[in-house]
């Protein structure tokens, strides 16, 4: 599978809004899980936000709940990350990500990864600032 690309990224204020947008033409398998990492400041490791699976199911990490919504067109083959009252702990650099593998979808928003070896396609990542 290819490259995915982010884009969307920016600074905003406390209790704004920013929304991410990922190119997955690049990954083609009718089976998927797909969604976004975070890596926060003065941190390693790749942090489940929200994802998505072809089995038409949703998942969220709790710190993200009721604010930030995943979404996707599959005629324009964009997958979105709407960001809603955003606060300065949701800085950080922000991956789409993709895999194979639709059972995923739990382990994804409960976990972290250090590597990109935990999936098959990672964007390189787009940088969200949420000024307080």
Excluded: H
């Excluded at 905003?12 to 990492?37: E, H, K, N, P």
């Amino acid at each position: 599978q290819g490259q995915l690309m982010e884009s969307g990224g920016g600074t905003v204020q406390t209790g704004g809004s920013l929304r991410l947008s990922c190119d997955i033409s690049a990954f083609t398998s009718s089976d998927y899980v797909m969604g976004w990492y975070r890596v926060l400041p003065g941190n390693s490791r790749r942090v489940g936000v929200a994802a998505l699976n072809s089995l038409g199911n949703l998942g969220y990490a709790e710190a993200v709940k009721g604010r930030f919504t995943i979404s996707k067109d599959n005629s324009k083959k964009i997958l979105y990350l709407q960001m809603d009252s955003l606060k300065p702990e949701d800085t950080g650099v922000y991956y789409c990500a993709a895999d194979p593998n639709q059972f995923l979808l739990n382990w994804w928003v409960t976990s972290w990864v250090y590597t990109e070896d935990a999936l098959r396609a990672w964007g390189k990542g787009t940088l969200v600032t949420v000024s307080s």
